[in-house]
Protein backbone atom coordinates (compact mmCIF):
# COMPACT_ATOMS: atom_id res chain seq x y z
CA UNK A 1 0.00 0.00 0.00
CA UNK A 2 1.56 3.29 -1.10
CA UNK A 3 1.18 6.56 0.61
CA UNK A 4 1.29 10.19 0.18
CA UNK A 5 2.70 12.88 2.53
CA UNK A 6 1.43 15.96 1.81
CA UNK A 7 2.78 18.90 3.49
CA UNK A 8 -0.04 21.65 3.37
CA UNK A 9 -1.15 25.13 3.84
CA UNK A 10 0.11 26.87 0.63
CA UNK A 11 -2.30 28.08 -1.86
CA UNK A 12 -1.91 26.83 -5.87
CA UNK A 13 -1.79 28.52 -8.88
CA UNK A 14 -2.13 27.54 -12.05
CA UNK A 15 -3.84 24.93 -14.81
CA UNK A 16 -4.95 21.63 -14.34
CA UNK A 17 -6.10 19.78 -17.11
CA UNK A 18 -9.06 16.91 -16.75
CA UNK A 19 -8.15 13.37 -17.66
CA UNK A 20 -10.62 11.29 -19.53
CA UNK A 21 -13.59 10.11 -17.50
CA UNK A 22 -13.47 7.20 -15.22
CA UNK A 23 -16.71 5.48 -15.51
CA UNK A 24 -17.58 6.49 -18.77
CA UNK A 25 -13.84 4.92 -19.85
CA UNK A 26 -15.02 1.21 -18.32
CA UNK A 27 -18.41 1.17 -20.55
CA UNK A 28 -16.58 2.71 -24.05
CA UNK A 29 -13.77 0.01 -23.08
CA UNK A 30 -16.40 -2.99 -22.50
CA UNK A 31 -18.29 -1.84 -26.35
CA UNK A 32 -15.20 -3.01 -28.04
CA UNK A 33 -16.01 -6.50 -27.41
CA UNK A 34 -19.23 -5.90 -29.95
CA UNK A 35 -17.79 -6.01 -33.04
CA UNK A 36 -14.67 -7.90 -34.39
CA UNK A 37 -13.80 -4.89 -36.22
CA UNK A 38 -11.43 -2.17 -35.15
CA UNK A 39 -12.28 0.87 -32.32
CA UNK A 40 -10.08 3.57 -31.66
CA UNK A 41 -10.59 5.37 -28.66
CA UNK A 42 -8.92 8.46 -27.41
CA UNK A 43 -8.72 9.77 -24.03
CA UNK A 44 -8.43 6.90 -22.13
CA UNK A 45 -6.94 7.69 -18.60
CA UNK A 46 -4.29 5.83 -17.12
CA UNK A 47 -5.70 4.95 -13.93
CA UNK A 48 -5.47 1.51 -11.99
CA UNK A 49 -9.06 0.61 -12.33
CA UNK A 50 -9.23 1.23 -16.71
CA UNK A 51 -5.83 -0.53 -16.95
CA UNK A 52 -6.67 -3.23 -15.37
CA UNK A 53 -9.85 -3.68 -17.15
CA UNK A 54 -7.54 -3.08 -20.61
CA UNK A 55 -5.52 -6.13 -19.00
CA UNK A 56 -8.53 -7.82 -18.63
CA UNK A 57 -10.15 -7.28 -22.35
CA UNK A 58 -6.50 -8.36 -23.48
CA UNK A 59 -6.67 -11.89 -21.44
CA UNK A 60 -9.76 -12.54 -23.32
CA UNK A 61 -8.22 -11.93 -26.62
CA UNK A 62 -9.08 -8.70 -27.36
CA UNK A 63 -6.10 -6.97 -29.78
CA UNK A 64 -4.85 -4.16 -27.55
CA UNK A 65 -2.60 -1.57 -29.02
CA UNK A 66 -1.59 1.21 -27.67
CA UNK A 67 -0.65 4.23 -30.35
CA UNK A 68 -0.73 7.18 -28.15
CA UNK A 69 -0.16 8.17 -24.43
CA UNK A 70 -3.84 8.49 -23.55
CA UNK A 71 -5.30 6.48 -28.11
CA UNK A 72 -5.93 2.80 -28.01
CA UNK A 73 -7.12 0.48 -30.23
CA UNK A 74 -8.84 -2.79 -30.09
CA UNK A 75 -9.83 -5.22 -32.22
CA UNK A 76 -12.23 -8.32 -30.08
CA UNK A 77 -11.78 -10.72 -33.41
CA UNK A 78 -10.53 -13.56 -31.58
CA UNK A 79 -12.38 -14.02 -28.20
CA UNK A 80 -11.55 -16.74 -25.54
CA UNK A 81 -14.56 -17.62 -24.06
CA UNK A 82 -12.39 -20.07 -22.38
CA UNK A 83 -10.94 -17.73 -20.29
CA UNK A 84 -14.09 -16.46 -18.31
CA UNK A 85 -13.89 -20.42 -16.70
CA UNK A 86 -10.30 -19.61 -15.53
CA UNK A 87 -9.34 -18.67 -11.86
CA UNK A 88 -7.00 -15.97 -13.26
CA UNK A 89 -10.57 -14.28 -14.30
CA UNK A 90 -12.30 -14.89 -11.33
CA UNK A 91 -9.68 -12.76 -9.61
CA UNK A 92 -9.07 -10.02 -12.13
CA UNK A 93 -12.58 -9.68 -12.85
CA UNK A 94 -13.82 -9.29 -9.23
CA UNK A 95 -11.23 -6.66 -8.73
CA UNK A 96 -12.89 -3.29 -9.85
CA UNK A 97 -16.65 -2.37 -10.77
CA UNK A 98 -16.61 -1.57 -14.45
CA UNK A 99 -15.67 -5.34 -14.95
CA UNK A 100 -19.29 -6.36 -15.00
CA UNK A 101 -19.96 -4.07 -17.89
CA UNK A 102 -18.63 -7.09 -20.27
CA UNK A 103 -21.63 -9.01 -19.24
CA UNK A 104 -24.03 -7.51 -21.84
CA UNK A 105 -21.71 -7.34 -25.00
CA UNK A 106 -20.65 -10.82 -24.43
CA UNK A 107 -24.29 -12.50 -24.23
CA UNK A 108 -25.22 -10.22 -27.31
CA UNK A 109 -22.34 -11.19 -28.84
CA UNK A 110 -21.72 -14.98 -28.15
CA UNK A 111 -24.81 -16.15 -25.89
CA UNK A 112 -22.85 -16.18 -22.39
CA UNK A 113 -21.61 -13.66 -20.27
CA UNK A 114 -19.90 -14.81 -16.96
CA UNK A 115 -18.43 -12.53 -13.87
CA UNK A 116 -17.34 -13.07 -10.64
CA UNK A 117 -18.98 -10.13 -7.73
CA UNK A 118 -17.57 -7.28 -8.89
CA UNK A 119 -15.12 -5.15 -6.71
CA UNK A 120 -15.25 -1.42 -6.43
CA UNK A 121 -15.62 0.70 -3.49
CA UNK A 122 -16.88 -0.26 -0.20
CA UNK A 123 -19.71 1.96 -0.25
CA UNK A 124 -22.46 0.24 0.69
CA UNK A 125 -24.56 -2.13 -0.66
CA UNK A 126 -24.03 -2.55 -4.45
CA UNK A 127 -26.82 -4.58 -5.43
CA UNK A 128 -26.76 -6.37 -9.14
CA UNK A 129 -30.60 -7.14 -9.45
CA UNK A 130 -31.14 -4.50 -11.93
CA UNK A 131 -28.41 -6.07 -14.63
CA UNK A 132 -29.44 -9.41 -14.57
CA UNK A 133 -34.06 -8.65 -14.16
CA UNK A 134 -32.71 -6.96 -17.35
CA UNK A 135 -30.78 -9.58 -19.13
CA UNK A 136 -34.06 -11.83 -17.91
CA UNK A 137 -36.42 -10.28 -19.75
CA UNK A 138 -34.09 -10.02 -22.64
CA UNK A 139 -34.62 -13.89 -22.91
CA UNK A 140 -31.26 -15.08 -20.69
CA UNK A 141 -31.27 -17.53 -18.53
CA UNK A 142 -29.75 -16.37 -15.14
CA UNK A 143 -27.63 -18.28 -12.57
CA UNK A 144 -25.90 -17.08 -9.56
CA UNK A 145 -23.52 -19.39 -7.61
CA UNK A 146 -23.68 -18.08 -3.96
CA UNK A 147 -20.69 -20.10 -2.90
CA UNK A 148 -18.19 -18.76 -5.86
CA UNK A 149 -19.91 -15.70 -6.06
CA UNK A 150 -20.13 -15.97 -9.69
CA UNK A 151 -22.74 -14.53 -11.92
CA UNK A 152 -23.86 -16.57 -15.37
CA UNK A 153 -26.21 -15.13 -17.91
CA UNK A 154 -27.07 -17.17 -21.29
CA UNK A 155 -28.98 -17.41 -24.12
CA UNK A 156 -29.23 -18.72 -27.62
CA UNK A 157 -31.24 -15.70 -28.78
CA UNK A 158 -31.89 -12.10 -27.20
CA UNK A 159 -35.08 -10.74 -27.94
CA UNK A 160 -36.29 -7.26 -27.54
CA UNK A 161 -39.01 -6.04 -25.33
CA UNK A 162 -40.15 -3.46 -23.17
CA UNK A 163 -38.45 -2.94 -19.75
CA UNK A 164 -38.88 -0.11 -16.54
CA UNK A 165 -35.98 -0.65 -14.91
CA UNK A 166 -36.23 -1.03 -11.12
CA UNK A 167 -34.01 1.18 -10.40
CA UNK A 168 -31.80 3.55 -12.44
CA UNK A 169 -28.48 1.86 -12.19
CA UNK A 170 -25.27 3.63 -14.64
CA UNK A 171 -23.49 0.40 -15.28
CA UNK A 172 -27.14 -1.63 -15.03
CA UNK A 173 -28.40 0.82 -17.75
CA UNK A 174 -25.36 0.46 -19.66
CA UNK A 175 -25.17 -3.23 -19.87
CA UNK A 176 -28.88 -3.74 -20.75
CA UNK A 177 -27.91 -1.34 -23.35
CA UNK A 178 -25.21 -2.94 -25.12
CA UNK A 179 -26.84 -6.59 -24.98
CA UNK A 180 -30.06 -5.22 -26.41
CA UNK A 181 -28.28 -3.21 -29.44
CA UNK A 182 -27.71 -7.12 -31.25
CA UNK A 183 -30.89 -8.75 -29.64
CA UNK A 184 -33.70 -9.20 -32.12
CA UNK A 185 -36.58 -6.50 -32.60
CA UNK A 186 -36.95 -3.26 -30.32
CA UNK A 187 -36.06 -3.32 -26.83
CA UNK A 188 -37.58 -0.47 -24.73
CA UNK A 189 -35.82 0.65 -21.68
CA UNK A 190 -37.65 3.02 -19.30
CA UNK A 191 -36.19 4.61 -15.98
CA UNK A 192 -32.81 4.14 -17.93
CA UNK A 193 -30.07 6.29 -16.20
CA UNK A 194 -28.94 9.03 -18.23
CA UNK A 195 -25.29 10.36 -17.22
CA UNK A 196 -23.05 11.82 -19.53
CA UNK A 197 -21.58 8.53 -19.82
CA UNK A 198 -24.59 6.44 -20.77
CA UNK A 199 -25.21 9.34 -23.75
CA UNK A 200 -21.27 8.90 -24.65
CA UNK A 201 -22.25 5.05 -24.88
CA UNK A 202 -24.94 5.69 -26.97
CA UNK A 203 -23.42 7.71 -29.19
CA UNK A 204 -20.31 5.59 -29.63
CA UNK A 205 -22.56 2.56 -30.46
CA UNK A 206 -24.87 4.56 -33.04
CA UNK A 207 -21.51 4.81 -34.52
CA UNK A 208 -21.14 1.45 -34.58
CA UNK A 209 -24.57 0.66 -36.48
CA UNK A 210 -26.70 0.36 -33.75
CA UNK A 211 -30.25 1.89 -33.88
CA UNK A 212 -30.75 3.96 -30.36
CA UNK A 213 -33.42 6.91 -29.88
CA UNK A 214 -34.01 9.03 -26.37
CA UNK A 215 -30.27 9.46 -26.12
CA UNK A 216 -30.28 11.92 -22.61
CA UNK A 217 -33.45 10.84 -21.42
CA UNK A 218 -34.76 8.07 -18.86
CA UNK A 219 -36.82 6.91 -22.17
CA UNK A 220 -34.37 4.57 -24.54
CA UNK A 221 -35.39 3.06 -27.60
CA UNK A 222 -33.01 0.14 -29.40
CA UNK A 223 -33.77 -1.20 -32.13
CA UNK A 224 -31.75 -4.45 -32.59
CA UNK A 225 -29.10 -5.15 -35.69
CA UNK A 226 -27.57 -7.96 -36.64
CA UNK A 227 -23.81 -6.83 -36.57
CA UNK A 228 -21.53 -3.92 -35.55
CA UNK A 229 -18.69 -2.28 -37.04
CA UNK A 230 -15.68 -0.22 -36.11
CA UNK A 231 -15.62 3.13 -34.71
CA UNK A 232 -13.65 6.14 -33.04
CA UNK A 233 -14.80 7.57 -30.10
CA UNK A 234 -13.44 10.38 -27.86
CA UNK A 235 -14.04 10.34 -23.91
CA UNK A 236 -15.14 13.34 -22.49
CA UNK A 237 -13.41 15.00 -19.79
CA UNK A 238 -14.01 13.37 -16.17
CA UNK A 239 -16.72 15.74 -14.88
CA UNK A 240 -15.91 14.26 -11.02
CA UNK A 241 -12.01 15.12 -11.39
CA UNK A 242 -13.24 18.64 -12.37
CA UNK A 243 -15.91 18.61 -9.17
CA UNK A 244 -13.07 18.18 -7.61
CA UNK A 245 -10.45 20.96 -9.24
CA UNK A 246 -13.06 23.12 -7.55
CA UNK A 247 -13.16 21.83 -4.29
CA UNK A 248 -9.35 21.96 -4.08
CA UNK A 249 -9.33 25.74 -5.38
CA UNK A 250 -11.77 26.77 -2.99
CA UNK A 251 -10.47 24.78 0.32
CA UNK A 252 -6.55 26.21 -0.44
CA UNK A 253 -7.85 29.27 -1.47
CA UNK A 254 -5.89 28.71 -4.67
CA UNK A 255 -6.65 30.52 -8.06
CA UNK A 256 -7.22 27.43 -10.85
CA UNK A 257 -7.85 27.53 -14.46
CA UNK A 258 -9.31 24.04 -15.25
CA UNK A 259 -8.97 23.43 -19.20
CA UNK A 260 -11.97 21.84 -21.75
CA UNK A 261 -14.01 21.37 -19.16
CA UNK A 262 -16.93 20.39 -21.71
CA UNK A 263 -18.87 22.28 -19.32
CA UNK A 264 -22.51 21.85 -21.36
CA UNK A 265 -21.68 18.16 -19.58
CA UNK A 266 -21.80 18.90 -16.29
CA UNK A 267 -24.99 19.55 -15.13
CA UNK A 268 -26.04 21.27 -12.21
CA UNK A 269 -22.34 20.49 -10.99
CA UNK A 270 -21.62 24.21 -11.42
CA UNK A 271 -24.79 25.47 -9.51
CA UNK A 272 -24.04 23.48 -6.94
CA UNK A 273 -20.79 24.48 -5.73
CA UNK A 274 -22.13 28.24 -6.87
CA UNK A 275 -24.29 27.45 -3.96
CA UNK A 276 -21.36 26.91 -1.43
CA UNK A 277 -20.43 30.73 -2.14
CA UNK A 278 -17.78 29.45 -4.66
CA UNK A 279 -17.01 31.93 -7.48
CA UNK A 280 -15.95 30.76 -10.95
CA UNK A 281 -16.10 32.28 -14.79
CA UNK A 282 -16.24 30.31 -17.99
CA UNK A 283 -13.69 31.24 -20.11
CA UNK A 284 -14.58 29.79 -23.35
CA UNK A 285 -14.33 26.09 -22.50
CA UNK A 286 -12.61 27.05 -19.12
CA UNK A 287 -13.46 27.31 -16.19
CA UNK A 288 -11.29 29.96 -13.88
CA UNK A 289 -11.93 29.54 -10.46
CA UNK A 290 -10.20 33.23 -8.42
CA UNK A 291 -8.55 32.87 -5.31
CA UNK A 292 -11.17 33.55 -2.41
CA UNK A 293 -10.40 34.07 1.33
CA UNK A 294 -13.79 33.18 2.13
CA UNK A 295 -17.14 31.85 0.29
CA UNK A 296 -20.60 31.90 1.84
CA UNK A 297 -23.07 28.94 2.24
CA UNK A 298 -26.39 29.60 0.47
CA UNK A 299 -29.58 28.97 1.94
CA UNK A 300 -32.92 27.91 0.77
CA UNK A 301 -35.15 31.06 -0.26
CA UNK A 302 -37.09 30.47 2.98
CA UNK A 303 -33.81 30.91 5.06
CA UNK A 304 -33.63 27.31 6.10
CA UNK A 305 -30.68 25.33 5.88
CA UNK A 306 -29.21 24.32 2.26
CA UNK A 307 -29.25 20.85 1.83
CA UNK A 308 -26.39 19.09 -0.93
CA UNK A 309 -27.96 15.98 -1.83
CA UNK A 310 -27.39 13.17 -4.93
CA UNK A 311 -30.04 11.75 -7.18
CA UNK A 312 -29.58 9.63 -10.21
CA UNK A 313 -29.09 11.95 -13.52
CA UNK A 314 -29.27 14.84 -13.75
CA UNK A 315 -29.88 15.17 -10.18
CA UNK A 316 -26.34 15.75 -8.32
CA UNK A 317 -24.20 12.93 -9.22
CA UNK A 318 -23.27 10.95 -5.52
CA UNK A 319 -19.64 10.85 -6.52
CA UNK A 320 -18.54 14.23 -5.94
CA UNK A 321 -20.73 14.49 -2.10
CA UNK A 322 -17.12 13.57 -0.28
CA UNK A 323 -15.90 16.21 -1.75
CA UNK A 324 -18.85 19.05 -1.12
CA UNK A 325 -18.24 18.03 2.45
CA UNK A 326 -14.56 18.73 2.88
CA UNK A 327 -15.18 21.83 0.85
CA UNK A 328 -18.38 23.22 3.33
CA UNK A 329 -16.19 22.39 6.42
CA UNK A 330 -14.44 25.67 6.09
CA UNK A 331 -17.21 27.67 4.33
CA UNK A 332 -19.43 30.42 5.59
CA UNK A 333 -22.36 28.88 6.70
CA UNK A 334 -24.59 25.20 7.22
CA UNK A 335 -25.12 22.82 5.05
CA UNK A 336 -26.65 19.50 5.42
CA UNK A 337 -24.99 16.57 2.93
CA UNK A 338 -27.50 13.98 2.46
CA UNK A 339 -25.86 10.60 0.42
CA UNK A 340 -29.06 9.13 -0.55
CA UNK A 341 -27.45 6.24 -2.43
CA UNK A 342 -24.83 4.94 -0.44
CA UNK A 343 -24.79 4.09 3.27
CA UNK A 344 -21.03 3.88 3.86
CA UNK A 345 -19.78 7.36 2.01
CA UNK A 346 -19.85 9.50 5.21
CA UNK A 347 -17.61 7.22 7.83
CA UNK A 348 -14.72 9.01 6.47
CA UNK A 349 -15.92 12.55 8.31
CA UNK A 350 -14.14 11.14 11.29
CA UNK A 351 -11.10 11.91 10.31
CA UNK A 352 -12.30 15.35 8.84
CA UNK A 353 -13.58 15.43 12.35
CA UNK A 354 -10.05 14.62 14.34
CA UNK A 355 -8.52 17.27 11.98
CA UNK A 356 -10.84 20.13 13.90
CA UNK A 357 -13.68 20.11 11.29
CA UNK A 358 -17.03 20.65 12.82
CA UNK A 359 -19.71 18.34 11.41
CA UNK A 360 -22.04 16.20 12.87
CA UNK A 361 -22.87 12.73 11.30
CA UNK A 362 -26.61 12.77 11.91
CA UNK A 363 -26.50 8.77 10.48
CA UNK A 364 -25.00 7.00 7.98
CA UNK A 365 -26.61 8.94 4.96
CA UNK A 366 -26.59 12.50 6.29
CA UNK A 367 -23.70 14.55 8.15
CA UNK A 368 -24.66 18.51 9.00
CA UNK A 369 -21.24 20.65 8.53
CA UNK A 370 -20.82 23.66 10.22
CA UNK A 371 -18.16 25.62 8.60
CA UNK A 372 -15.38 27.25 9.86
CA UNK A 373 -15.24 30.23 7.56
CA UNK A 374 -11.64 30.11 6.81
CA UNK A 375 -10.70 31.32 10.73
CA UNK A 376 -9.32 27.73 11.86
CA UNK A 377 -7.76 25.89 9.19
CA UNK A 378 -8.03 22.31 9.68
CA UNK A 379 -4.61 20.02 11.24
CA UNK A 380 -3.02 17.85 9.76
CA UNK A 381 -2.82 14.17 10.59
CA UNK A 382 -2.87 10.53 9.62
CA UNK A 383 -5.65 8.74 7.70
CA UNK A 384 -6.16 6.29 5.43
CA UNK A 385 -8.08 6.29 2.18
CA UNK A 386 -11.23 4.46 2.49
CA UNK A 387 -12.76 4.82 -1.05
CA UNK A 388 -11.54 6.82 -4.32
CA UNK A 389 -13.97 9.98 -3.54
CA UNK A 390 -12.88 10.01 0.20
CA UNK A 391 -9.60 9.41 -0.44
CA UNK A 392 -9.62 12.82 -2.75
CA UNK A 393 -11.56 14.80 -0.18
CA UNK A 394 -8.99 13.59 2.06
CA UNK A 395 -6.06 15.09 0.23
CA UNK A 396 -8.08 17.96 0.08
CA UNK A 397 -8.67 18.39 3.60
CA UNK A 398 -4.94 17.40 3.62
CA UNK A 399 -3.83 20.06 1.20
CA UNK A 400 -5.39 22.81 3.21
CA UNK A 401 -3.95 21.84 6.77
CA UNK A 402 -0.96 23.57 7.53
CA UNK A 403 1.99 21.10 8.25
CA UNK A 404 2.71 17.69 7.37
CA UNK A 405 -0.34 15.04 6.71
CA UNK A 406 -0.23 11.31 5.59
CA UNK A 407 -2.57 9.46 3.68
CA UNK A 408 -2.14 5.77 3.52
CA UNK A 409 -3.83 3.17 0.98
CA UNK A 410 -3.65 5.92 -1.99
CA UNK A 411 -4.23 3.02 -4.43
CA UNK A 412 -7.94 3.76 -3.73
CA UNK A 413 -7.01 7.08 -5.34
CA UNK A 414 -4.70 5.81 -8.13
CA UNK A 415 -8.05 3.95 -8.83
CA UNK A 416 -9.33 7.34 -10.34
CA UNK A 417 -7.13 10.35 -10.65
CA UNK A 418 -3.82 9.82 -13.10
CA UNK A 419 -0.86 11.12 -11.42
CA UNK A 420 -2.54 13.43 -9.20
CA UNK A 421 0.43 14.24 -7.11
CA UNK A 422 2.39 15.34 -10.28
CA UNK A 423 -0.65 17.08 -11.48
CA UNK A 424 -0.95 19.05 -8.07
CA UNK A 425 2.58 19.33 -7.54
CA UNK A 426 2.86 21.06 -10.63
CA UNK A 427 0.71 24.14 -9.51
CA UNK A 428 2.56 24.31 -6.40
CA UNK A 429 1.39 21.58 -3.99
CA UNK A 430 3.73 19.29 -2.14
CA UNK A 431 3.22 15.76 -2.07
CA UNK A 432 5.47 12.95 -2.02
CA UNK A 433 4.45 9.39 -3.08
CA UNK A 434 5.96 6.86 -1.25
CA UNK A 435 6.04 3.43 -2.96
CA UNK A 436 5.97 0.52 -0.04
C1 LIG B 1 -18.16 2.25 -12.57
C2 LIG B 1 -19.26 3.23 -12.39
O1 LIG B 1 -19.79 3.79 -13.35
N1 LIG B 1 -19.59 3.51 -11.13
C3 LIG B 1 -20.61 4.48 -10.85
C4 LIG B 1 -21.96 3.84 -11.01
O2 LIG B 1 -21.98 2.71 -10.15
P1 LIG B 1 -23.14 1.64 -10.25
O3 LIG B 1 -23.64 1.54 -11.65
O4 LIG B 1 -22.62 0.44 -9.59
O5 LIG B 1 -24.28 2.30 -9.38
P2 LIG B 1 -25.86 2.21 -9.57
O6 LIG B 1 -26.30 3.32 -10.47
O7 LIG B 1 -26.22 0.83 -9.93
O8 LIG B 1 -26.39 2.49 -8.10
C5 LIG B 1 -25.67 3.16 -7.13
C6 LIG B 1 -26.40 3.11 -5.81
O9 LIG B 1 -27.46 4.00 -5.84
C7 LIG B 1 -28.66 3.36 -5.54
N2 LIG B 1 -29.68 3.94 -6.44
C8 LIG B 1 -29.47 3.94 -7.78
C9 LIG B 1 -30.43 4.47 -8.63
C10 LIG B 1 -31.58 5.01 -8.07
O10 LIG B 1 -32.47 5.49 -8.79
N3 LIG B 1 -31.72 5.02 -6.73
C11 LIG B 1 -30.78 4.50 -5.91
O11 LIG B 1 -30.95 4.50 -4.70
C12 LIG B 1 -28.42 1.90 -5.82
O12 LIG B 1 -29.26 1.07 -5.05
C13 LIG B 1 -26.97 1.76 -5.45
O13 LIG B 1 -26.79 1.56 -4.08
O14 LIG B 1 -22.97 4.77 -10.65
C14 LIG B 1 -22.91 5.22 -9.29
C15 LIG B 1 -24.13 6.13 -9.07
O15 LIG B 1 -24.05 7.28 -9.83
C16 LIG B 1 -21.59 5.91 -9.04
O16 LIG B 1 -21.49 6.22 -7.67
C17 LIG B 1 -20.42 5.02 -9.44
O17 LIG B 1 -19.24 5.79 -9.44
C1 LIG C 1 -17.77 4.63 -6.66
C2 LIG C 1 -16.98 4.86 -7.69
O1 LIG C 1 -16.37 3.92 -8.43
P1 LIG C 1 -16.73 2.35 -8.56
O2 LIG C 1 -18.17 2.29 -9.00
O3 LIG C 1 -15.80 1.90 -9.63
O4 LIG C 1 -16.49 1.75 -7.23
C3 LIG C 1 -16.64 6.24 -8.10
O5 LIG C 1 -16.14 6.41 -9.23
O6 LIG C 1 -16.84 7.19 -7.32
Same mark, same amino acid.
Given at each position: ?14 ? /? ?110 ? /? ?27 ? !?? !? ?40 ? /? ?103 ? /? ?57 ? $? ?41 ? $? ?28
Amino acid at each position: MSTFEIIGGQPLKGE /LTPQGAKNEALQILCATLLTDEKVTIHNIPNILDVNKLIELLSDLGVQVSQESKNSYTFKAENVDLEYLNSPEFVKKGSSLRGSIMIIGPLLARFGKGYIPRPGGDKIGRRR /LDTHFIGFQKLGAVFNFNQGENFYRVEAK !KL !KGTYMLLDEASVTGTANIIMAAVLAEGTTTIYNAACEPYIQQ /LCRMLISMGAKITGVGSNLLEIEGVQKLGGCEHKILPDMIEIGSFIGLAAMTKSEIIIKDVAYKELGMIPDAFKRLGIKMELRGDDIFIPKQENYEIDTFIDGSI /LTVADAPWPGLTPDLLSVFLVVATQAKGSVLIHQKMFESRLFFTDKLIDMGAQIILCDP $HRATVIGLNQENQLRPTTMVSPDIRAGVALLIAALSAEGKSTI $HNIDQIDRGYENIDLRLNAIGANIKRIVN
